[in-house]
């Protein structure tokens, strides 16, 4: 699912995000060089649309969320620093801190930058807004706060708000979408600038979203490769015919099939069977109804796969489909989300723990996991699943 991002978020972004230990600073932290008086606090906006919730992987807590910052002067605004701190500490604890370059790894400005601005991405220029994709990772055994609160320091002053919560959703314990081993969790959960799952944020209803923040392309791998053979041919495609499963009990909300699949193809050698257009976008789909006001995307299925219809009951690991070309699909894959919206692309991606799992690991061995979420590019084993 990557044309959808790239036709409505037009600015590239830079590097994969690194939090760094920020060295200590004054009690007072208003810069030195700051007004010694002023009639209005900074007017800088802050806000964060849809509050994280912390998941696990690999043996972390992460949270990831949006936070807006707007200038609300006639003048640029030169952004210095943003830091992270507990909200309910009485003393100043905080959990991440971003400057210079580093921060260069988080923003995005919302349109193009005017003229005043420039292309610094520090630089926010009157009444522009600019996204920082906040992605805070805590190692094993470190506290994540309840709440988050936000300094953003200027060249010239400061201002703390938008407090947030850490644990804003439930978090569903699922089991796996696919079976068997040497799946790839292409453009899962990360901050990289490519990842256009992270920064595929859509408007809808007159507002801004993410449906995508946590979505996985699940591909399957054999010596490394994606396929063997033609590569326009989906049948070469390992995960291609592949069964999908049912990850929790749950209620089809929707099961659409008759969609053709694609031939594969990427970039200029994309040519899609049907008009990729928001009914299309998805492909053959089903949607199922977790409960908590929750639903998990199963997209791109082969066109006369689908064994469920709308209403159905299913059981977790049941076959709901295959794995397929349909719609925005460049090659055979599965995309799964899980969001808070039974409309397509509208809702709030939100995290969620897969039971159990094999992470190939960095010491070149199978290492198992639970209750853990996978992030981009791991290669997972599912294991078989009974029955199938």
């Known amino acids: 699912m990557k044309s959808v991002a790239s036709r409505f978020f037009v600015t590239p972004f830079l590097y994969l995000i690194t939090v760094f230990a920020a060295p200590p600073i004054a009690q007072d932290a208003r810069p030195a060089n700051a007004p010694a008086t002023s009639p209005f606090p900074l007017q800088l906006e802050m806000r964060v649309p ?3 919730t912390a998941f696990a992987s690999a043996g972390r807590r992460y949270l990831t969320y949006e936070l807006y910052l707007t200038n609300f002067t006639a003048s640029p605004m030169s952004l210095r620093r943003i830091e992270v701190l507990d909200a309910d500490s009485t003393v100043e604890k905080r959990a991440a801190a971003f400057e210079g370059g580093q921060m260069d790894t988080l923003l995005q400005p919302v349109g193009a930058p005017t003229p005043a601005a420039g292309t610094d991405l520090r630089q926010l220029g009157a009444g522009a807004t600019v996204i920082a994709f906040m992605w805070i990772p805590f190692d094993p055994g470190t506290y994540v706060p309840n709440r988050l609160r936000h300094r953003v320091l200027t060249a010239d002053s400061s201002v703390e708000g938008a407090v947030i919560d ?7 314990v699922l089991g796996p979408p696919v079976e068997g081993a040497n799946w790839v969790a292409s ?3 990360s901050n990289a600038q490519d990842n256009h799952h992270r920064r595929g944020i859509l408007i809808f209803d007159g507002r801004a979203g993410n449906s995508r923040r946590y979505a996985i392309d699940w591909q399957q791998i054999e010596n490394g490769a994606r396929f063997s053979g ?4 989906k049948r070469s495609y390992h995960a291609y015919g592949k069964p999908v499963l049912a990850v929790a009990d749950a209620t089809v909300v ?5 969609l053709p699949d694609n031939v594969p193809g990427h970039f200029e050698a994309f040519h899609p069977t049907v008009p990729i257009t928001i009914d299309t976008e998805g492909g053959n789909t089903i949607t199922l109804d977790l409960g908590g ?5 199963y997209v791109h299925l082969q066109p006369g796969s689908l064994r469920v219809k ?3 009951r299913v059981r977790r690991g049941q076959s709901l489909a295959r794995i397929g070309a349909s719609g925005d699909a460049r090659e055979p894959h599965l995309h799964f989300e899980v969001t808070t919206s039974s409309r397509p692309l509208t809702g709030e991606g939100v995290p969620y723990l897969i039971d159990h799992f094999r992470l190939w690991s960095a010491d070149d061995a199978w290492q198992p996991r639970t ?3 996978a992030l981009g590019e791991m290669l997972i084993d599912f294991g078989p699943a009974a029955g199938h």
């Open 50 to 52: 849809f509050d994280p």
């Open 230 to 233: 033609d590569a326009r041919d």
């Open 371 to 373: 209750l853990e979420l």
């Open 293 to 297: 006001g929750q639903f998990a995307y």
């Open 254 to 258: 929707t099961a659409r099939d008759g």
């Open 310 to 312: 709308a209403g159905d």
């Open 187 to 189: 453009d899962g959960p």
């Open 166 to 172: 850490t644990h804003y959703t439930q978090l569903h």
